[in-house]
């Protein structure tokens, strides 16, 4: 049985995220310390709702991952893109529904760059 070329980077994706996302606490999200005093209310919201942690955990590790990928210029725009998104996350203040189309949103951007990578035949 073979698999398609998406379904097998998919995998691979998979494979490289699973231990990070195994070594996350609901302590920390993976962005941001949710033990600051100062948080705003979509990081208090995330941090209070494990669905958003996990939600925050697997795009800040899908980021991460790209940003070894890219080149540079590339990597700058995903990054000015990761700010312009976050600004919008916070827009939703406690929205739990917000924050999660908003994640859902991110998620779905970053593996279109990721499925967009050009890879050696």
């Known amino acids: 049985m073979s698999e398609s070329p998406a379904a097998a980077r ?7 995220a699973a ?3 195994a070594g996350a606490s609901t ?7 949710c033990r600051k005093p100062d948080l705003a209310a979509d990081e208090q919201a ?3 709702t494990p669905q958003l942690n996990d939600m925050d955990v ?5 980021f991460d991952l790209l940003s070894g990928l ?9 990054q000015d ?8 996350r916070g827009e939703c203040q406690s929205n739990l529904d917000c924050i999660a189309a908003a994640y859902a949103v ?9 499925e967009g990578l050009q890879r050696p035949k």
């Open 106 to 114: 991110r998620m779905a951007e970053l593996t279109s760059i990721y």
């Open 10 to 16: 998919a995998l691979v994706f998979a494979l490289l």
């Open 46 to 48: 995330i941090c209070q």
């Open 27 to 33: 302590a920390n999200a993976a962005s941001f310390d």
């Open 58 to 62: 697997k795009m800040v590790t899908t």
């Open 70 to 78: 890219l080149a540079m210029g590339a990597r700058g725009y995903m």
């Open 19 to 21: 231990p990070i996302l």
């Open 81 to 88: 893109q990761q700010i312009k998104w976050l600004e919008q």
